[in-house]
């Protein structure tokens, strides 16, 4: 399964590595997580600071890029505003004497969109872009986003199989983390089966501490007696927890008919069903702040 993609940008000096990350900040980009590497020998300490995008392509061309001696292409919404803060940044710089800046105008492309470009520091340029028709590219649609940031959520996983769930639970924390939330933000609390689950989901949702509750346990056809009947009323209770409280569930419990099925789901063949229980929670906790800021505000 394929998450994600990293362009490495390798920068000139420490002081242009500093100016970057204060210009990528000053735009509003949402922090990765950094690193610092101490030195192996001398001098050869290293670090990065990754900046994330809701979304990313990667994109060959054959013949003429669309905006020829650009590093990066970065699209935007409210390209004005973009506009004015890389300008405010760059007037601060070179009031300084840091940098000796460049910026275009906002300029009309040939493929329907705006386009301003700017270098932040020498020899490193980038254009900031959106469509000229304003649905164009976006979803017109409520929709949550994949940002956990602020947020809080409650895991329940079960002991049953662990080989599996902890698998799941690794991939839940893996979407949790890259998606911006904090490890002290997030609850793991273990059961011991699946059958367990909804009660403490249930329990953990009244407490209105969480965004989003996660499920995660493994029920498997061949060594379970009784299958259907716990399948059934694991996933009833799970929805029904969610719709007394209110607080979004998601279902991260396998229903698998071997161990090797199961696998797969858990991270070998078939993604990892806890990464996307996770990522599911999170977009449904957005939504749910959406939803009830629409309403706060179409009764203001
Ligand atoms: C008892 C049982 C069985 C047979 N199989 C599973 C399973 O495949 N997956 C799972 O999560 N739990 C299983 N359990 C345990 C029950 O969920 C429950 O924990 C016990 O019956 C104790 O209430």
């Not at 980038?126 to 929709?143: D, H, S, T, Y």
């Not at 690794?170 to 997030?186: E, F, Y």
């Not at 209770?237 to 569930?249: A, F, L, N, V």
Request: proline share 6%; with cysteine.
């Amino acid at each position: 399964m394929i998450k994600g993609i990293t362009f490495i940008r390798p920068v000139h000096s420490p002081a242009h590595f500093d100016e970057l990350v204060s210009f990528f900040s000053a735009l509003g980009f949402e922090p990765g997580r950094g690193w610092d590497e101490p030195p192996r020998s001398p001098g050869s300490a290293s670090r990065g600071r990754p900046f994330l995008a809701p979304l990313g392509n990667l994109e060959f061309v054959d013949g003429i890029p669309p905006t020829p001696g650009t590093d990066l292409l970065i699209e935007v919404t409210a390209l004005d505003t973009i506009h004015q803060v890389a300008q405010r940044w760059l007037e601060t710089k070179s009031a300084t004497g840091a940098v000796g800046p460049h910026i275009t105008a906002i300029e009309d492309t040939h493929w329907k969109s705006r386009l301003f470009t700017v270098q932040p520091v020498p020899g490193f340029s980038v254009a900031f872009w959106e469509w000229q028709n304003p649905f164009r590219g976006k979803v017109i649609a409520l929709e949550g986003d994949l940002s956990a940031q602020d947020m809080s959520f409650a895991i329940v996983v079960a002991r049953w199989n662990a080989v599996i769930t902890e698998r799941l639970l690794q991939g839940a924390l893996d979407a949790l983390l890259r998606s911006g939330a904090q490890r002290k933000h997030i609850e793991i609390v273990r059961v011991p089966g699946s059958w367990e689950i909804p009660a403490t989901a249930r329990q953990l949702a009244e407490t209105h501490k969480f965004d989003a509750i996660i499920t995660l346990g493994c029920l498997i056809r061949g060594e379970t007696a009784h299958y259907e009947a716990i399948y059934n009323e694991v996933a009833r209770g799970i929805g029904q927890s969610q719709q007394d409280t209110g607080i979004p569930h998601s279902f991260g419990v396998l229903t698998c008919e071997t161990l090797e099925q199961a696998l797969d789901r858990a991270g070998l063949k078939s993604g990892n069903k806890g990464f996307e229980a996770a990522a599911a929670a999170i977009e449904m906790a957005s939504l749910h702040r959406k939803i009830a800021q629409e309403s706060s505000e179409s009764r203001a």
